[in-house]
């Protein structure tokens, strides 16, 4: 079965240290996988996707295989980072249709 | 440009009542997708259109769930009978073609007392 996991609901870290979200996924086939972020009273958001293998607001993510993970980093947290964050999978050829985690809460204190 | 438009934002029913929400993606996409978002959890897709034709629903409930996109633009989903359950926020989706990327609408937050 198709599915993603993010082990942690909630994230806290101080302005300035590193950060990893954590995304597992479990899939038969050729993954694309993506991070979305919703700000507060803000609607969801593409933050980036492994296809584009791009560095967006400090954040990169890598596709281990291997590991079937698909982890956020960042070196230095922001305040401004404090956000929701979803992990998800795109099936089908449609990158709208997603298979969603259940979320990351990132807390950044200053 | 203009994002996606939902509409209502809130809305609470009392349960086994009818509800109906209503999407205006961005102009020019082919795509629409409703999800259902309950408390807690990750979006989970319902239904994807592709211009005015379903795609996939196979994640929608269609005992009591129904939803359309007539002319290709614009789509409602409806709910009827709603239950306790339905409680959640339906967000809707659209993309330029099936493989772009999807932009969210600010979502319609139903309670089902």
């Known amino acids: 079965a198709q599915r993603v996991t993010q082990p942690e609901k909630l994230l806290s870290v101080f302005k300035g240290a590193p950060v990893e979200l954590k995304c597992n996924y479990s899939y038969s086939g050729s993954p694309e996988l993506f991070w979305y972020v919703q700000y507060s009273r803000q609607r969801l958001q593409l933050l980036l996707r492994h296809i584009s293998r791009e560095s967006i607001k400090g954040f990169t993510a890598d596709l281990n295989k291997g590991e079937t993970s698909f982890h956020l980093k960042k070196p230095f947290a922001q305040e401004e980072d404090s956000a929701m964050y979803y992990c998800?999978?795109?099936?089908?050829?449609?990158?709208?249709?997603?298979?969603f985690g259940k979320g990351t809460k990132l807390s950044v204190k200053p | 440009e203009a994002g996606v438009a939902q509409s209502p934002r809130y809305k609470i029913i009392e349960k086994r009542q009818s509800v109906a929400f209503w999407c205006n993606p961005i102009?020019?996409?082919?795509?629409l997708y409703w999800y259902q978002q309950i408390l807690g959890q990750g979006p989970k897709l319902l239904i994807q259109f592709q211009n005015n034709g379903v795609v996939d629903d196979s994640q929608l409930p269609k005992d009591r769930f129904s939803a359309e996109r007539l002319k290709g633009v614009d789509s409602t989903l409806k709910i009827q009978p709603a239950k306790l359950e339905d409680s959640a926020v339906y967000l809707c989706a659209s993309s330029l073609v099936r493989a772009a990327e999807a932009f969210f609408g600010q979502g319609t937050r139903l309670t089902v007392v």
């Open positions: 998800a999978l795109s099936s089908g050829g449609s990158q709208g249709n997603l298979i």
């Open positions: 102009s020019g996409h082919a795509t």
